[in-house]
């Protein structure tokens, strides 16, 4: 058999992998990697050879989980992708994650670039997905935010009015209403609708 039968009879072996990704895949193998991205590439060149999930698994010691994800990413075409997926768990929240959140909530979205006043939770994930690089559940953040005593709610403020009541800092009381010379009215106002007309 000379060189090109055997270059021909390789490329009719290869069961999901396109020559592309096959030369990529073994040209990787040669790099210094990370042991579990080798192990990846090794998944999808033994099942492009034609190898069943168990003889991978027995060949490279992983669980069946691994190899029928890697199998699957062979089969879907995305093998020239294998470094897109991070090794390990997700990004934790850590402190600094914490302190970024407390600076945000108290400063206003608009010294950001966004348009409007308030942070919702899920504006604040999105900024600091961008940030940090950590993806939570909006709820995930909005318990992050109760333990901390925080709040992307505004709170209702308290105020006194001149007569010493207490009353809600987003309402107007008629008696605070002033009369037009200056001096406070405690009398009632006529209202006549066809005066209006």
């Not at 096959?22 to 999808?44: A, G, T």
């Not at 089969?75 to 294998?82: I, K, L």
């Not at 800092?169 to 106002?189: P, Q, T, V, Y």
Request: charged residues 25%.
């Amino acid at each position: 058999m000379n060189n090109e039968q055997g270059k021909e009879a390789k490329i009719l072996k290869s069961h999901y992998l396109t020559p592309f990704q096959s030369k990529l895949l073994q040209k990787s193998l040669e790099e210094d990697l990370h042991e579990s991205y080798r192990q990846r590439i090794q998944i999808m060149l033994l099942a492009d050879q034609g190898k069943s999930q168990t003889e991978i698994c027995q060949t490279l010691g992983c669980c069946a989980a691994t190899v029928r994800h890697w199998m699957h990413i062979a089969r879907s075409g995305m093998a020239h992708q294998w470094q897109d997926c991070p090794i390990g768990r997700p990004k934790a929240v850590n402190e600094q994650y914490l302190d970024r959140l407390k600076e945000l909530i108290n400063q206003s979205p608009r010294d950001y670039g966004y348009s409007f006043r308030r942070w919702t939770v899920n504006w604040l994930n999105k900024h600091l997905a961008k940030e940090f690089g950590i993806e939570l559940s909006n709820r995930h953040l909005q318990r992050l935010l109760k333990e901390m005593g925080l709040s992307t709610i505004p709170k209702r403020t308290k105020v006194k009015s001149a007569s010493g009541r207490e009353k809600d800092g987003h309402s107007i009381l008629i008696s605070d209403l002033k009369s037009a010379n200056g001096s406070e009215s405690n009398g009632f106002w006529l209202f006549n609708p066809s005066n209006m007309a």
